[in-house]
């Protein structure tokens, strides 16, 4: 690709220490980022410095339909759990 990037639109579940670093990068080179997690206060921590923060359970197959993941042109998972079996 010759020219200006592309700015496009990336999703960034997990938004503790090395999630938040992750979804910072996209937003700072001009990328519109949807960052996600459930815990209330690392959503807070980068809502004023990302397009978007929701607080979310990315294991929730209905919340993740519900934004739209499948529109995004990247998602880029930084979870410190797997994404199956029991979790609290």
């Known amino acids: 690709m010759h020219g200006k990037a592309r700015k496009g639109k ?16 996209p937003e700072r080179t001009g990328n519109s980022v949807l960052g996600v997690d459930r815990d209330e206060q ?20 209905g919340a993740l339909e519900e934004m739209g993941l499948k529109d ?7 979870i410190g759990q797997a994404l199956s079996g029991p979790y609290p």
């Open 10 to 25: 990336v999703c960034s579940p997990g938004l503790g220490a090395f999630g938040s670093t992750v979804a910072l990068e």
């Open 42 to 61: 690392a959503v807070n921590a980068v809502s004023d410095m990302l397009t978007q923060a929701l607080m979310a359970h990315v294991r929730d197959a």
């Open 72 to 78: 995004f042109d990247a998602v880029v998972v930084a």
